[in-house]
């Protein structure tokens, strides 16, 4: 009789508590900057992460706003893609005629941005013009720029000689010719990228730095041939707001320190360039205060210019080379975020290198022994978690390929038309990223001690 009675008091008391409120995680979908394919394919997952969780935590997106320029990215997404020589049978490559019209589409597109391209009168160093810069701003922009021209002409003829391989007839070493060409233009993009991001962030550290506005008016919304892959100039935004004014609105809407209330944690998903967050000062103390931050692959490719985000995240995007397999090892098989994965499995994907990265100042997850396309041994991480202030920070690389994320992909992404990693690869992929979001939302305990692993 009185264990019945316990019990009934127990359960009694059970039902009385009240259930947990679901984490609230806000997807950042808005890139100022290359356009990742894969942004809607990361979002779906997440969202779907979300239903299968029983209730543990909940999805709000910019891309719901109504000022999201989701047509304006779709329209960019497919002007590059269209131009991008096809890998496979001859079947899937484009026709003469269209090559020769999309050179000429990208020509023109560089000569606005500064790339050199046709119908350009000379290139420039910059995509953009500095609003409003004063003379001292603008000298010293024009000699930082010099030593740029030279690698905005070697983008131009590196594109054009990528254009005459992929118009030449199959056959034998037709196909390695346009892979290398393709891996040259990589190299030449990201030699330009990287000049001009050392460029601006010698003139931030000067008395001559930069406003926002003239950051943004200077690297344009979108880079003429594409920190973190191949760019392309975006489509035209709907009349009345320009693309940059709606990623401000969008970012103010969700990213405003009053709102940043509702939230408990925040992924980045693949964004790209300096994002106008409305108060960059209290978005750092939101984290550091308490609350998650997720990046996923590009988001190291955004706020080069904000040293906080970079401290925060761990490291900066400095380039990556051509898709290809590598061993992925894995250097803390004790923590829930790399549970099972075994050491060396293959994963092909668009590797990443990192600047302003220390490995004592990160708890490393995943990570490369060898550089994945020069084969040079070495730390290379992939993924990492970290605390800030008393905030949770989970970041991978991976994530740019369909296949990486997407189980029933039927390609590796729209360049690689091929379906190179299995099933087994984008189910593991995706339960890391669930178990580094349910990190940064504080569901689940990690070791995240910093130091060298």
């Given at each position: 009789?009185?264990?019945?009675?316990?019990?009934?008091?127990?359960?009694?008391?059970?039902?009385?508590?009240?259930?947990?409120?679901?984490?609230?995680?806000?997807?950042?979908?808005?890139?100022?900057?290359?356009?990742?394919?894969a942004?809607?394919?990361?979002?779906?997952?997440?969202?779907?992460?979300?239903?299968?969780?029983?209730?543990?935590?909940?999805?709000?997106?910019?891309?719901?706003?109504?000022?999201?320029?989701?047509?304006?990215?779709?329209?960019?997404?497919?002007?590059?893609?269209?131009?991008?020589?096809?890998?496979?049978?001859?079947?899937?490559?484009?026709?003469?005629?269209?090559?020769?019209?999309?050179?000429?589409?990208?020509?023109?597109?560089?000569?606005?941005?500064?790339?050199?391209?046709?119908?350009?009168?000379a290139?420039a160093?910059?995509?953009?013009?500095?609003?409003?810069?004063?003379?001292?701003?603008?000298?010293?922009?024009?000699?930082l720029?010099?030593?740029?021209?030279?690698?905005v002409?070697?983008?131009?003829d590196?594109?054009?000689?990528?254009?005459?391989?992929?118009?030449?007839?199959?056959?034998?070493?037709?196909a390695?010719?346009?892979?290398?060409?393709?891996?040259?233009?990589?190299?030449?993009?990201?030699?330009?990228?990287?000049a001009?991001?050392?460029?601006?962030?010698?003139?931030?550290?000067?008395?001559?730095?930069?406003?926002?506005?003239?950051?943004?008016?200077?690297?344009?919304?979108?880079?003429?041939g594409?920190?973190?892959?191949?760019?392309?100039?975006?489509?035209?935004?709907?009349?009345?707001?320009?693309?940059?004014?709606?990623?401000?609105?969008?970012?103010?809407?969700?990213?405003?320190?009053?709102?940043?209330?509702?939230?408990?944690?925040?992924?980045?998903?693949?964004?790209?360039?300096?994002?106008?967050?409305?108060?960059?000062?209290?978005?750092?103390?939101?984290?550091?205060?308490?609350?998650?931050?997720?990046?996923?692959?590009?988001?190291?490719?955004?706020?080069?210019?904000?040293?906080?985000?970079?401290?925060?995240?761990?490291?900066e995007?400095?380039?990556?080379?051509?898709?290809?397999?590598?061993?992925?090892?894995?250097?803390?098989?004790?923590?829930?975020?790399?549970?099972?994965?075994?050491?060396?499995?293959?994963?092909?994907?668009?590797?990443?290198?990192?600047?302003?990265?220390?490995?004592?100042?990160?708890?490393?997850?995943?990570?490369?022994?060898?550089?994945?396309?020069?084969?040079?041994?070495?730390?290379?991480?992939?993924?990492w978690?970290?605390?800030?202030?008393?905030?949770?920070?989970?970041?991978?690389?991976?994530?740019h390929?369909?296949?990486?994320?997407?189980?029933?992909?039927?390609?590796?992404?729209?360049?690689?038309?091929?379906?190179y990693?299995?099933?087994?690869?984008?189910?593991?992929?995706?339960?890391?990223?669930?178990?580094?979001?349910?990190?940064?939302?504080g569901?689940?305990?990690a070791?995240?001690?910093?130091?060298?692993?």
């Open positions: 009789m009185k264990k019945t009675l316990l019990l009934s008091l127990v359960l009694a008391l059970a039902s009385s508590i009240p259930a947990a409120e679901p984490k609230r995680l806000l997807l950042v979908t808005v890139t100022s900057g290359f356009v990742h394919a942004i809607p394919i990361s979002e779906q997952m997440v969202r779907d992460m979300a239903k299968a969780s029983g209730g543990e935590f909940t999805i709000i997106s910019t891309s719901d706003s109504p000022n999201y320029p989701g047509a304006e990215y779709k329209a960019t997404i497919d002007a590059r893609d269209a131009r991008i020589p096809r890998e496979g049978a001859p079947d899937n490559r484009l026709s003469a005629a269209q090559i020769q019209a999309n050179l000429a589409n990208g020509g023109a597109a560089a000569g606005r941005a500064g790339g050199g391209g046709r119908g350009a009168a290139p160093a910059f995509p953009g013009q500095a609003t409003g810069a004063s003379t001292t701003q603008q000298a010293a922009l024009t000699a720029g010099q030593p740029i021209i030279p690698l002409t070697k983008v131009a590196a594109r054009t000689a990528l254009g005459a391989a992929s118009l030449a007839g199959p056959g034998p070493g037709t390695g010719d346009i892979k290398a060409k393709a891996d040259a233009l990589a190299a030449a993009e990201q030699a330009l990228a990287t001009r991001a050392d460029a601006l962030a010698k003139i931030q550290s000067s008395p001559d730095r930069l406003s926002a506005a003239q950051m943004l008016a200077l690297s344009g919304t979108a880079p003429a594409g920190r973190g892959g191949r760019g392309g100039a975006p489509a035209a935004p709907a009349a009345g707001m320009t693309l940059a004014e709606k990623n401000a609105a969008v970012l103010k809407e969700y990213l405003s320190p009053e709102v940043l209330k509702n939230y408990d944690a925040v992924a980045f998903l693949s964004t790209v360039g300096e994002l106008p967050l409305p108060d960059r000062d209290a978005f750092f103390k939101w984290v550091a205060d308490g609350h998650g931050f997720i990046g996923i692959h590009a988001a190291s490719d955004g706020l080069h210019m904000t040293p906080e985000y970079i401290k925060m995240l761990g490291g995007f400095s380039g990556h080379g051509s898709h290809s397999e590598v061993a992925v090892v894995n250097l803390d098989p004790t923590s829930p975020l790399t549970a099972g994965w075994k050491n060396g499995i293959m994963i092909t994907e668009e590797w990443y290198n990192f600047k302003n990265y220390d490995r004592s100042q990160v708890h490393v997850l995943l990570a490369m022994e060898s550089q994945p396309n020069s084969g040079a041994p070495g730390h290379y991480p992939i993924s978690i970290k605390p800030y202030g008393t905030g949770r920070v989970f970041y991978t690389s991976l994530g390929r369909d296949d990486v994320l997407d189980p029933k992909a039927d390609i590796g992404d729209a360049e690689f038309k091929v379906r990693n299995p099933p087994a690869t984008a189910l593991m992929v995706q339960q890391h990223i669930l178990t580094g979001i349910r990190y940064a939302l569901l689940i305990k070791d995240d001690a910093i130091g060298t692993r």
